[in-house]
């Protein structure tokens, strides 16, 4: 099984939509959550961290599940310009400093 | 602020040849990692330096690779002699510390090697 799983899409989604993205993850000592975003033939980009309480930042909302080690990302209003793929992001624990990323979910938002 | 910087961004060489990358981390930030990116495999942690001291190196893939943080300002990754198979996106990032407050990294916009 791997350390964190994520449906790799693609999901083509209109403008203006509400689109979720999930995420599993295995280490149960994990601490720290993030999205990070990457377009193509660019670097990884942190888009939020991820807090139990569950965030929010503008369009995007982050909500940890910790019972159930599940990560959720939901975007709304879609704009053409979120088209990327975006990664889910756990620490490794034990305050290794080690993060372990997901294979990435692609995001593609149509006109 | 100055982020992450990578160079040489694109690097074409020949097998066989030597190759290093070089990496500048974050003003104040005392953790750096190397990744490799491929569609294949992904992004893969290949070795972290925290307050310039390596860390972890298991996930070098052999001892062609090698990575050195002589100073808090630059890191250097060496792979000599170079294989078709490390063509990839090597990305450098930097991280305020390696504890749970402060571990988010950033990431440089990555050299794009070719070995031919």
């Known amino acids: 099984r791997k350390e964190v799983e994520q449906d790799p899409g693609p999901f083509n989604v209109p403008e203006g939509a509400t689109v979720a993205f999930n995420c599993t993850y295995s280490n149960s000592a994990s601490q720290s959550f993030f999205w990070y975003r990457q377009d193509c033939r660019k670097e990884p980009k942190l888009l939020m961290s991820v807090y139990s309480s569950g965030n929010e930042d503008g369009r995007f909302t982050a909500q940890l599940n910790r019972a159930s080690q599940y990560i959720s990302l939901l975007i709304r209003d879609s704009k053409l310009s979120d088209s990327a793929t975006y990664l889910c992001?756990?620490?490794?624990?034990?305050?290794?400093?080690?993060?372990?990323f997901g294979q990435g979910t692609t995001l593609q938002v149509k006109p | 602020d100055a982020g992450v910087i990578q160079s040489p961004r694109h690097e074409v060489t020949e097998m066989g040849q030597e190759v290093t990358l070089r990496c500048k981390p974050i003003?104040?930030?005392?953790?750096l990692f190397w990744y490799r990116q491929t569609m294949m495999r992904g992004l893969e942690l290949l070795i972290y330096?925290?307050?310039?001291?390596?860390?972890?190196d298991s996930g070098m893939p052999e001892d062609r690779f090698s990575a050195k943080m002589p100073n808090a300002s630059f890191s250097t990754l060496k792979i000599q002699p170079s294989e078709p198979r490390d063509s990839a996106v090597y990305f450098c990032?930097?991280?305020?510390?390696?504890?749970?407050?402060?571990?988010?990294?950033?990431f440089g916009p990555g050299t794009r090697l070719t070995v031919t």
């Open positions: 330096f925290n307050n310039n001291v390596p860390i972890d």
């Open positions: 992001v756990v620490n490794s624990g034990s305050n290794t400093g080690k993060l372990i």
């Open positions: 003003s104040g930030h005392n953790s």
């Open positions: 990032a930097s991280s305020l510390s390696l504890g749970t407050v402060g571990d988010e990294q950033y």
